[in-house]
């Protein structure tokens, strides 16, 4: 039993071991772009409008290189996310945004699942009491 | 001529399955060895036909007919020749054609396997899979013809889709297919259980290969598919959340679940309907995926070749299909009896349920997050986007529970039997968990989601190391020859072990990629270095190339790790002339720790060329995993064979 265990163990710290080594590797210099970390970020909740669904961030058709000019831009203009994101419904609507708000259209969108889960496992609950 | 050769023979396919259904509703009342025979044998001629059929528009894409319509729509004469077979399941016309091969295919495998004693299920579940043929092949017959003629016959062909013309696309469609023809199979046999009112274990043991080869191709088909997409649109990622993934991806998860409760119904006999219902679930998702993908309802990055008209038509099958065994569901499940069984809350049983109620939670998210916007715009016109964010904060919470039970519920028994490792291994995952998350937070704490992420795919290892550790020790083989572990495999059930050996070491991948992703955007010109993380990259020099049907402008960069030289890179863009598009073509250095990858952008000698370059940590263990998981399928196929052969020689009891 002690022999199983010893090998369990040493097995799984060897995995640990690789995962981790490949991260430690890797120093991150995310400085070198262009784009802020921000920019990149805010992109990529950005649909590409032109495009077959893409988010701003991946492509690299014209519309998608002024808006990320333009969230560039604003982040200089210490605007934040939010407002970004609003500014950007104003001039093209929900459909931009990759990332539904909470309002009353997407109510159920957002917690359907959730209730789903609810019910379902107070059901399977109910069903391993009997 | 020879291509009416194929339509001829696409209709007698047709007018035999009508009259094989008429045969069928006509016997079935009445069943009898001689129907059954003569219904076996017709299955094996609608394959003939069909296969001939298929045989005759490849041939025609070989020899570039142009006279054909879709030949000369999605063909050239200078495009290389896998190229040209695999367009033939690139286009609508071709790729039904190819589901209804493999779907005649499939009813022929299952009347050709010997079934036991049960001549009558059998009789049914041909009679279901002709119905669906038949259906399939009106569709194709009247509103998909691929043995349609033009009038002026061109010179040349308009050429296949660049993006298609990659190995990765020519095996992904056929494989994805087997997948979602293959859950036909069990739709059948759900049906037949509910046509003929009688189902036992052997019923279970029976559906399960079917369930898994499909789940298996499935697995296959979807990772190709990511694969392609990683490699060939160039955007470094390799899952977009997209409307036609999340429809391979519904009858995935289906499937999953159903291959875990047919466990339970095959040991214990119970949860009859909801296996059937499962059953007749994943097939309509098989449907429903097909119509997505077919109808262009929705704009996604996959879709190649759609018509709004058509959908209809896959929408009415789909209605048929899925209607007509709902109504026979509601009216005869109730006759069903299940065995009283008891069992612990720590049983095999339970957590079997528990992971249905997630997966099937899962399933219901997926198909929320793909249908919403639609049903929005229909409501009241308001029109939504939904990415990849909404998934991460609905699909994965749900399945990070899952990831949980995974590891330990193998260490559970069946019904009260208490299990006597479960305490120490549950100490043993505490500990390796506390041990991977300190890690990762010491590297980097910035994410507390890549410490989850990581920690679970660590997690799901040691359960599964630990297990098979254990099962190994049982067995008690010494293992100091290699033919040992032959011996050691083959008295084990290791299938589901590889399989979840594959989901940690697929989350791993996920965590590399999602979380530790480095990358560099920026324009370089020729002799320029440049670094990301440790890795040194040089612009050597920029070519002009001549390709057999297209131009390609390539970039040679050299590629430096630690000082030590790692090969060449040589991203490309390719301009095809006849098709009017330039694709990307990433140069991708892989090995077992990441991948650099290197996308060429627009530029001159003047300004320098824009390049993206991504080094992305762990990305190959994604696409290993679902590998490994295809593999335990196939492994729990070969394995179950086996037993069931020996198992029905002995007795039934302890399977």
């Known amino acids: 039993m002690k022999k199983q265990f010893c090998s369990i163990l040493s097995i799984c710290f060897l995995y640990i071991t690789i995962i981790s080594n490949i991260t430690l590797a890797e120093e991150k210099n995310t400085q070198l772009n262009f784009l802020t970390n921000k920019t990149r970020e805010i992109a990529q909740n950005i649909k590409c409008l032109v495009c077959q669904n893409q988010s701003i961030d991946e492509s690299n058709s014209e519309l998608a290189k002024d808006l990320k000019k333009l969230i560039e831009e604003k982040l200089n203009d210490g605007l934040d996310e939010d407002e970004i994101y609003t500014f950007l419904r104003e001039r093209y609507g929900d459909y931009i945004l990759l990332k539904p708000p909470l309002n009353t259209n997407t109510i159920l969108l957002w917690f359907l699942p959730f209730i789903i889960l609810v019910f379902s496992s107070i059901y399977i609950f109910k069903f391993f009491k009997k | 001529m020879i291509p009416e050769l194929g339509h001829v023979f696409l209709v007698l396919a047709f007018v035999a399955s009508i009259m094989q259904i008429v045969f069928w509703t006509y016997h079935i009342n009445s069943f009898n060895e001689l129907a059954l025979d003569i219904l076996k044998k017709s299955a094996l001629l609608n394959c003939i036909f069909i296969l001939i059929s298929f045989l005759i528009l490849t041939y025609s ?110 095996f992904h469609p056929p494989m994805l297919y087997v997948g979602y023809v293959g859950l036909s199979v069990s739709f059948s046999f759900a049906v037949g259980a509910l046509i003929t009112g009688k189902i ?27 694969w392609w997409a990683y490699y060939e649109l ?95 569901y509601a009216l005869k499940s109730s006759l069903f009896r299940e065995q009283k069984v008891q069992f612990n809350l720590l049983s095999k049983e339970s957590a079997l349920l528990i992971n249905n109620l997630f997966f099937t939670t899962a399933t219901a998210t997926v198909l929320i997050g793909t249908l919403y916007p639609l049903f929005l715009d229909a409501f009241n016109g308001d ?35 208490k299990s006597k490792n479960l305490l120490k291994i549950i100490a043993i995952l505490i500990t390796t968990s506390l041990v991977s998350v300190i890690t990762l937070y010491t590297i980097d704490g910035s994410s507390i989601f890549a410490i989850i992420c990581g920690s679970l795919s660590i997690w799901l290892f040691v359960g599964v190391v630990s297990d098979l550790i254990i099962k190994f020790t049982e067995t008690k083989i010494k293992l100091n020859k290699v033919s040992n572990l032959f011996i050691y495999i083959s008295k084990n059930k290791i299938g589901m072990n590889i399989a979840h050996l594959g989901v940690a070491i697929f989350l791993a991948g996920v965590t590399g990629e999602q979380f530790f992703k480095t990358e560099f955007s920026g324009r370089k010109n020729i002799g320029d270095t440049f670094s990301i993380g440790n890795r040194v990259l040089e612009f050597k020099n920029f070519e002009t190339i001549n390709g057999p049907n297209y131009q390609s402008e390539m970039g040679i960069f050299t590629l430096h790790h630690n000082s030590k030289f790692i090969g060449y890179l040589k991203p490309e863009k390719r301009y095809y002339p006849t098709e009017q598009t330039q694709t990307t073509e990433a140069a991708i250095i892989s090995n077992f720790l990441g991948d650099t990858y290197i996308v060429l952008g627009e530029g001159n000698y003047e300004t320098g060329w824009s390049i993206r370059i991504y080094f992305n940590p762990l990305v190959s263990w994604i696409w290993a995993g679902a590998f490994l998981m295809a593999l335990g399928g196939v492994t729990s ?10 198992a029905t020689k002995v007795s039934l009891n302890e399977i």
């Open chain 2, 61 to 170: 894409f070989i020899i570039s007919d142009f006279s054909l319509l879709i030949v000369s729509n999605n063909s050239h004469t200078l495009k290389p020749l896998i190229y040209k077979i695999s367009g033939t399941w690139g286009n609508h016309e071709g790729s039904l054609l190819l589901w209804v091969l493999i779907l005649s295919s499939f009813t022929f495998l299952v009347s050709y396997k010997k079934t036991h004693n049960n001549g009558e299920l059998l009789f049914s579940i041909i009679g279901v899979q002709t119905l669906i043929l038949c259906l399939f092949l009106a569709f194709i017959l009247l509103t998909s013809n691929p043995f349609e003629r033009v009038s002026a016959i061109p010179i040349e062909g308009r050429g296949l889709n660049p993006l298609l013309q990659d190995p990765g696309l020519a």
């Open chain 2, 200 to 226: 036992n274990k052997e019923w279970a043991q029976q559906i399960r290969p079917w369930i898994t080869i499909a789940w298996s191709a499935l697995t296959m088909g979807i990772a190709l598919g990511s």
């Open chain 2, 234 to 328: 160039g955007w470094g990622g390799w899952w977009f959340w997209d409307p036609v993934e999340n429809a391979s991806f519904m009858p995935w998860l289906i499937a999953t679940a159903l291959l875990h409760s047919i466990r339970i119904l095959e040991t214990r006999l119970i949860f009859i309907n909801w296996c059937i219902l499962l059953s007749i679930l994943g097939f309509a998702f098989s449907l429903l995926g097909t119509f997505i993908v077919r109808s262009g309802l929705l704009t996604s990055v996959h879709s190649f070749a759609s018509d709004p008209s058509r959908g209809i038509f896959i929408l009415i099958i789909l209605v048929i299909s899925v209607g007509g065994p709902l109504i026979l």
């Open chain 2, 383 to 417: 029109k939504i986007s939904i990415g990849p964010a909404y998934y991460n904060a609905t699909f994965a919470p749900i399945m990070a529970p899952i990831i949980l039970l995974m590891a330990i519920a193998p260490f559970f028994n069946w019904g009260k039997g």
């Open chain 2, 637 to 646: 196929i070969i394995q179950n064979k086996k037993t069931f052969n020996n």
